[in-house]
């Protein structure tokens, strides 16, 4: 009887393990990203980005979902319905920080082009109050 009972619990515990109702998530592939919003906005190339202080960041895509500070990096991440942007600023020295570089993924972690996920985060972007 208490084989019987093990035997169902372990048919139990491996079968919940194999639901694959989860979304699927891509790292590493390459597999290309979907870009699909519903205010997609007018593409911003990266050379448009580089160079931008913190203020001029601001003024474009709104307040940041994350600010991490990695003196002398910092990573600011953006948000839209279609896209996660990150940016990239350095400062060399004790200047103000400027962005560097950027990417951007759909919301399943894969990789699109910058300038139409800036362009969707430009047009959708959120204010803090």
Same mark, same amino acid.
């Given at each position: 009887?208490?084989?019987?009972?093990?035997?169902?619990?372990?048919?139990?515990?491996?079968?919940?393990?194999?639901?694959?109702?989860?979304?699927? /998530?891509?790292?590493?592939?390459?597999?290309?990203? %979907?870009?699909?919003? @519903?205010?997609? $906005? &007018?593409?911003?190339?990266?050379?448009?980005?580089?160079?931008?202080?913190?203020?001029?960041?601001?003024?474009?895509?709104?307040?940041?979902?994350?600010?991490?500070?990695?003196?002398?990096?910092?990573?600011?991440? /953006?948000?839209?319905?279609?896209?996660?942007?990150? %940016?990239?600023?350095? @400062?060399?020295? $004790? &200047?103000?920080?400027?962005?560097?570089?950027?990417?951007?993924?759909?919301?399943?972690?894969?990789?699109?082009?910058?300038?139409?996920?800036?362009?969707?985060?430009?047009?959708?972007?959120?204010?803090?109050?």
């Amino acid at each position: 009887m208490k084989s019987a009972l093990g035997a169902l619990a372990l048919v139990l515990l491996l079968g919940g393990c194999a639901t694959g109702s989860g979304q699927q /998530y891509s790292l590493g592939t390459d597999e290309k990203g %979907v870009f699909t919003s @519903r205010n997609p $906005g &007018t593409p911003i190339p990266l050379d448009r980005i580089k160079g931008l202080d913190e203020v001029q960041l601001a003024a474009l895509f709104g307040t940041g979902a994350l600010d991490r500070k990695d003196d002398p990096a910092r990573a600011m991440r /953006y948000q839209s319905d279609a896209c996660v942007l990150f %940016v990239y600023l350095y @400062r060399r020295s $004790g &200047t103000a920080w400027k962005a560097e570089y950027a990417d951007a993924y759909d919301l399943k972690l894969r990789p699109l082009p910058v300038d139409q996920c800036a362009g969707s985060v430009a047009a959708q972007k959120r204010r803090v109050a």
